[in-house]
């Protein structure tokens, strides 16, 4: 489906009420740190037509015969730095988040990962054996990106077609400005941001500059010119970008931020193509060559911590920098179990459940 027809599917609400049920969607970890198993999670994660967006034949054969050879023993490495006794952070933080939510709201709550597990199917029977025949989906990702936002929504959905196709799917809109998300944010980063600092790095995850442009409805806004997120444009609902600028503008607003003590970087990319820039690996060693000698990173893309938090900035940023000649990079944590960002998810459940509920998208449409 493309993803501008994500939230514009309408039916008629049934008389009768709905047993309703809500469903929280992460990216995925491997199952352990073992190569067997990072294997199979990056051939999952990498096979997707949306996180690689290249014709099926090619993406085979980069996947297979390009990637996958090498890649799983060096990820394998990386994840063991940042593995806890309990597993992979990511997946534990989720599952502590959707256990604190459930306590907080009286409709079911699962919790699954777009890639391996609990899988989606999982998440999906177990609302269906409290017979629920409405659900809440909550991508866990505050910005619009067809690698992340719109993968879990068309996985949604595609387990949900085939295993009860009269159930309703209502979907949360991305929240990547929203007070709610902007306020946890803020309060999650005081406590770093009173220590002080020379300079504040917003580092979103990167996404290739075409993926911008399949997103775009209008198909001649995006990455056209310099001010192209700037101000109000229809495109924008669904532009990585230019959410991810309106998320900085939001926080350095209600945290008071002064504009030449922050700035914006993309991290993460793959392959030759381009990504958008600047890339948060060049800006930090700039930076500091410039004189910034204590930086501050935070990467409002995630919602959880997990190898691109810990491991990408927390430590091989960190270093990165600190070769480059300064003196200390500290990352803030993502929101992980912030009360204010359970609060907030809370919100979204209770806006669900109120008696004159968002639009409903329908599964088997």
Not at 311 to 337: Q, W
Request: hydrophobic fraction near 40%; charge should be neutral.
């Amino acid at each position: 489906m493309p993803p501008t027809e994500l939230r514009v599917i309408f039916i008629k609400h049934a008389k009768m009420s709905k047993k309703k049920g809500v469903l929280l969607v992460n990216l995925g970890s491997p199952d352990s740190p073992n190569v067997g198993d990072v294997r199979r999670y990056l051939r999952e994660f990498l096979m997707d037509e949306r996180v690689l967006d290249i014709p099926w034949i090619s993406r085979f054969f980069l996947v297979h015969f390009l990637i996958l050879p090498s890649r799983p023993k060096k990820s394998a490495k990386a994840y063991r730095e940042v593995w806890l006794p309990e597993g992979s952070p990511l997946v534990v933080t989720s599952k502590n988040v959707c256990a604190q939510l459930q306590t907080r709201v009286d409709v079911p709550v699962e919790l699954a990962m777009r890639y391996q597990n609990p899988s989606v199917k999982q998440g999906i029977d177990h609302l269906l054996d409290h017979g629920v025949d409405e659900i809440l989906l909550i991508p866990l990702f505050p910005h619009y990106a067809m690698s992340s936002y719109e993968t879990a929504v068309e996985k949604t959905r595609t387990v949900l077609h085939r295993r009860a196709s009269g159930v309703n799917l209502i979907v949360q809109p991305p929240f990547f400005d929203h007070p709610d998300y902007i306020r946890a944010l803020v309060a999650n980063a005081r406590e770093a941001l009173d220590q002080g600092y020379d300079h504040l790095l917003f580092s979103f995850h990167g996404l290739p500059e075409r993926q911008l442009r399949k997103s775009d409805p209008s198909g001649n806004h995006c990455l056209t010119a310099n001010d192209c997120c700037t101000g109000s444009h229809p495109s924008h609902n669904t532009c990585y970008r230019a959410q991810c600028f309106k998320t900085v503008n939001a926080f350095v607003r209600d945290a008071g931020i002064p504009p030449e003590k922050h700035s914006v970087a993309f991290q993460s990319r793959l392959g030759r193509d381009p990504w958008l820039q600047p890339y948060t690996d060049l800006e930090l060693p700039r930076l500091a060559r410039q004189g910034v000698r204590r930086m501050l990173v935070i990467c409002p893309a995630f919602v959880s911590d997990c190898l691109e938090t810990v491991e990408e900035i927390g430590m091989r940023a960190k270093e990165t920098f600190t070769e480059a000649g300064g003196e200390s990079l500290e990352l803030v944590p993502c929101m992980n179990e912030h009360p204010l960002w359970i609060k907030a998810l809370e919100n979204m459940v209770t806006a669900f459940l109120a008696p004159d509920p968002p639009p409903v998208e329908s599964a088997h449409d």
